[in-house]
């Protein structure tokens, strides 16, 4: 049987609580760890080993995986005191979605703790988490790649090495961009089609039947016609903090944000209307109120 490493998952969210319970599934040692007492108390009564800190987490893992909201998220938590001392020695994947600076920057100060450090951040949502289905980009060295890939098997049957660190989190900033942008141009060719009279069912007929299809249009079409955004497994305030990520990755490199520029501030639009911990597709409300 493979020796897995044990596993500390720390951010037990939606997506941090369905990791852990699908790598203890496999047979991988977790320990989790979250800030907010309920997310723990949840996670808890799921079945996992839930540690009082994120030092203790740490000190109890050979593996540790981030899943948390961003790099201020990561901040507190790792590189404050118990925890940062409590982080020699350790392997750190970086499964979030931050910027490739923000994970360039933390791969230097986690190395000059004492610890290795990978990005692997991830493309799907619960359903792949759960049958080990998700799309996993790794960052960083190979060798390392080579010692968190049986653990990462365990969530997503092909991880792949894209290059350096900051290469995979601009691979996934470039990924969630095209999510942004086919969410807020199927929303406005939807709300002039309904603005014109036009039969819904007629228009995605015809739709499915072109190459300009995309799966993610039936899969929010209800939402839109139904004006009901609820339980969001990527809720619109995590669209708008990546649409803000691509753009300050892109901007330096002369690439034009304008389009960018717009759905952020459409997804402003729809977080003033507070929709902001709904389902990202929410940003239909801001473009279109057909």
Same mark, same amino acid.
């Given at each position: 049987?493979?020796?897995?490493?044990?596993?500390?998952?720390?951010?037990?969210?939606?997506?941090?609580?369905?990791?852990?319970?699908?790598?203890?599934?496999?047979?991988?040692?977790?320990?989790?760890?979250?800030?907010?007492?309920?997310?723990?108390? =949840? !996670?808890?009564?799921?079945? +996992?080993?839930?540690?009082?800190?994120?030092? $203790? @987490?740490?000190? %109890?893992?050979? *593996?540790? #995986?981030?899943?948390?909201?961003?790099?201020?998220?990561?901040?507190?938590?790792?590189?404050?005191?118990?925890?940062?001392?409590?982080?020699?020695?350790?392997?750190?994947?970086?499964?979030?979605?931050?910027?490739?600076?923000?994970?360039?920057?933390?791969?230097?100060?986690?190395?000059?703790?004492?610890?290795?450090?990978?990005?692997?951040?991830?493309?799907?949502?619960?359903?792949?988490?759960?049958?080990?289905?998700?799309?996993?980009?790794?960052?960083?060295?190979?060798?390392?790649?080579?010692?968190?890939?049986?653990?990462?098997?365990?969530?997503?049957?092909?991880?792949?090495?894209?290059?350096?660190?900051?290469?995979? =989190? !601009?691979?996934?900033?470039? +990924?969630?961009?095209?999510?942004?942008?086919? $969410? @807020?141009?199927? %929303?406005?060719? *939807?709300? #002039?089609?309904?603005?014109?009279?036009?039969?819904?069912?007629?228009?995605?007929?015809?739709?499915?039947?072109?190459?300009?299809?995309?799966?993610?249009?039936?899969?929010?079409?209800?939402?839109?016609?139904?004006?009901?955004?609820?339980?969001?497994?990527?809720?619109?305030?995590?669209?708008?903090?990546?649409?803000?990520?691509?753009?300050?990755?892109?901007?330096?490199?002369?690439?034009?944000?304008?389009?960018?520029?717009?759905?952020?501030?459409?997804?402003?639009?729809?977080?003033?209307?507070?929709?902001?911990?709904?389902?990202?597709?929410?940003?239909?409300?801001?473009?279109?109120?057909?």
């Amino acid at each position: 049987m493979e020796l897995l490493p044990k596993t500390a998952v720390l951010g037990l969210g939606l997506m941090g609580t369905e990791i852990a319970l699908r790598l203890q599934a496999q047979g991988v040692a977790v320990t989790g760890w979250n800030r907010g007492a309920e997310r723990s108390q =949840a !996670a808890a009564a799921a079945g +996992l080993a839930v540690a009082k800190d994120a030092a $203790t @987490a740490i000190g %109890a893992a050979d *593996l540790v #995986l981030l899943v948390l909201s961003d790099a201020a998220a990561i901040e507190a938590t790792l590189l404050a005191p118990p925890a940062a001392a409590a982080l020699h020695g350790r392997l750190i994947v970086q499964m979030g979605t931050i910027g490739p600076e923000e994970s360039r920057a933390l791969a230097a100060r986690l190395d000059a703790l004492g610890c290795r450090y990978l990005e692997a951040p991830v493309l799907g949502s619960l359903s792949e988490v759960r049958d080990g289905r998700l799309i996993i980009m790794v960052g960083g060295d190979e060798t390392l790649f080579a010692q968190c890939r049986p653990v990462l098997e365990r969530l997503g049957a092909q991880p792949q090495r894209i290059g350096a660190v900051g290469q995979a =989190a !601009a691979l996934k900033l470039a +990924l969630n961009q095209l999510i942004a942008g086919l $969410t @807020a141009t199927f %929303a406005l060719s *939807l709300g #002039l089609v309904r603005a014109q009279g036009i039969d819904v069912d007629q228009f995605m007929t015809l739709l499915r039947g072109s190459a300009l299809y995309a799966q993610t249009f039936d899969k929010k079409l209800d939402k839109y016609l139904s004006h009901d955004y609820g339980a969001a497994n990527f809720p619109l305030k995590h669209l708008l903090k990546d649409v803000r990520l691509f753009r300050q990755a892109a901007a330096p490199l002369g690439l034009d944000t304008a389009l960018s520029d717009a759905i952020e501030t459409a997804c402003i639009r729809a977080q003033d209307l507070g929709l902001g911990d709904q389902d990202y597709s929410a940003i239909y409300e801001a473009l279109s109120r057909g």
